[in-house]
């Protein structure tokens, strides 16, 4: 069952990511980021309903006080990387996020990396220069160029080291509360803080009419399912099984690149794609 609640957790995430690239093309990025957050609080509000609160120790409040400004920070680039790149190039550079835990989990966690990771931190690498392997046709080094001429992967690479640590951050208050309470209330405490930066960068641009209702919906639910199936499989199963599934989403980006915004290149990220998953899965599930 967490298998199948981890495939649910990265397809919600995928489908968000697109139906929000899709609400950008004439959207403030700070105003659609945040709404993302808000419209998703419904369904944590009902999760909160079902769920326990822990007692709560220093640690707990000390860890989510240094994650949440590092989160904001993440959304930011995240949604301006959607708005300002193909969503098949940006996305499966989240999967360099295991490359940079091997040195923030071993700060913050005291976590080692054994040869099968550092195998797997080559394959990412390499899948990474697949991903703009068409440039190869100038220069022996025109994809590794591409990608930081590439404003979108170049954040998105900087919103995987932040996650890199507010997940670090994240197993901290886990250990000193529960998954689904976590997962719950950072992100509702998430929407608030966002909610004053939303506001003073949308500079007058905000508005939202009766026809935006359907489709903001529509990414508040697949983002809320999303956290909910992320919290329901991680209380099934060992952390790094379940988040090696969920990255399964950076496939079904590239699969909406191709689909729904005739994102061109498609096999050769797909194969990058599936290059740098089967690093994450090699760094992931390793003892």
């Known amino acids: 069952m967490w298998i199948i609640f981890s495939l649910l957790t990265a397809f919600s995430l995928a489908t968000s990511d697109a139906l929000t690239k899709r609400a950008l093309s004439a959207r403030n990025v700070y105003f659609v980021a945040w709404l993302r957050l808000i419209f998703a609080l419904p369904l944590l509000a009902v999760c909160m309903l079902f769920v326990d609160i822990p007692p709560l120790d220093r640690t707990f409040w ?14 930011i680039l995240y949604t301006k990387a959607l708005k300002s ?11 360099l996020t295991p490359v940079f ?23 990412m690498a390499a899948g990474g220069y697949t991903l703009n392997f068409h440039t190869a046709q100038q220069t022996l080094f025109g994809p590794v160029r591409a990608v930081f001429r590439e ?14 640590i507010t997940s670090s951050l994240g197993k901290v208050a886990i250990e000193h509360s529960s998954p689904v309470f976590f997962g719950s209330i950072y992100f509702m405490l998430l929407a608030v803080l966002f909610t004053p930066v939303a506001f003073v960068k949308g500079r007058g641009r905000i508005s939202l009419t009766k026809k ?18 992320h919290m329901v499989a991680m209380s099934m199963t060992q952390v790094a099984y379940m988040i090696a599934v969920k990255r399964t989403s950076l496939l079904f980006s590239i699969f909406y690149g ?13 194969v990058g794609g599936c290059i740098m998953l089967a690093g994450f899965f090699l760094i992931v599930m390793n003892p």
């Open 62 to 75: 000390l860890a989510v006080s240094c994650a949440l400004p590092l989160e904001i920070a993440a959304i």
């Open 212 to 229: 935006d209702i359907v489709p903001f919906s529509l990414i508040g639910i697949t983002y809320g399912g999303m956290i909910i199936f």
């Open 101 to 123: 835990l091997i040195v923030t989990s071993w700060i913050i966690l005291g976590e080692r990396v054994s040869l099968t990771g550092s195998i797997g931190i080559l394959l």
């Open 151 to 164: 404003k979108g992967s170049v954040m998105m690479i900087i919103v995987a080291f932040i996650y890199s």
């Open 85 to 95: 790149s193909p969503i098949s190039t940006t996305m499966p550079f989240l999967a």
């Open 258 to 270: 191709h689909v729904l915004f005739r994102e061109k290149n498609i096999a050769e990220k797909t």
